[in-house]
Every structure is written in C-alpha cells, then in structure tokens.
C-alpha cells in the first residue's frame, strides 16, 4: 500500500462515517414520520388503506448497499421490502396513494446518501 493510499483511507473512513451519521439521522427522521402514519390509520374512525405492492430499480451497484437500503425500508412502519433480486426490490406499501408517492423519501433520502456513500473511493 502506498503512502498516498494510506493517507486517504482516514478521511475515506470519515466521509463514509459522516453520510452513515446522515443516512441515521433520515432514517429516525422517516421513522417518527412513519410511526405518526401509523398512529393515524389505526386510531383513525375508518380504515381507509390503500395497500400496494411496488417494484423498485434501485441504482445501488453493492450488494450490501441494496441488502441495507431494503432494511431501512423495512424497518420502517407500514412498509416491508420482500424481495431483492439483482438491483430490483419488492416492497409493500400498507397505505399508499401512488408508486411515486411511497418511493420518493426511499429515492431522495435512503438511496441518495447510500449512492454518495459508494461513490467514496
């Protein structure tokens, strides 16, 4: 390893570190979000649901990138990622009014900082 390669491995470490501490903050973020959504249908007076099944083409290119973009969506309420097959997932969505609608925090939030996380070199 040369001394140039050695001299960026910790602020690669940092960089990593500081999106991971952004990924964390969204993810409380979207949790809080999700557990009020929640909160809402179930306390509600009608159950108005609108269940979904979405296909998402992720543009993650790691393995365990995808792997950790599906947890985070199923760690969150009202969502659950079923299937990972190459770059595709399969979620369900408990209540969702359009594809769009339900994938825009995973795309602007989760996959976002996940793609500058790969792009660290």
Same mark, same amino acid.
């Not at 969204?26 to 979405?54: K, S, T």
């Given at each position: ?7 960026? %491995?910790? %602020? *690669? ?16 973020? +979207? ?9 809402? %249908?179930? %306390?509600?007076? *009608? ?6 099944? =979405?296909?998402?083409?992720? *543009? ?12 985070? =969506? ?32 995973? *795309? ?9 996380? +790969?792009?660290?070199?």
């Amino acid at each position: 390893m040369s001394q140039g390669t050695r001299s960026a %491995l910790p %602020l *690669r470490w940092l960089r990593r570190g500081l999106l991971g501490l952004q990924l964390l903050g969204w993810f409380v973020f +979207e949790l809080l979000l999700a557990n009020l959504a929640q909160a809402r %249908l179930i %306390l509600g007076w *009608r159950l108005d649901l609108r269940p979904r099944w =979405i296909r998402y083409e992720t *543009r993650l290119e790691s393995a365990a990138a995808r792997t950790l973009l599906g947890v985070l =969506i199923s760690l969150t309420p009202g969502t659950l990622t079923c299937d990972l097959q190459g770059g595709t997932l399969l979620i369900h969505a408990l209540d969702a009014e359009s594809d769009e609608i339900a994938l825009r925090p995973i *795309r602007q939030r989760f996959e976002a900082l996940l793609l500058r996380m +790969e792009a660290v070199r």
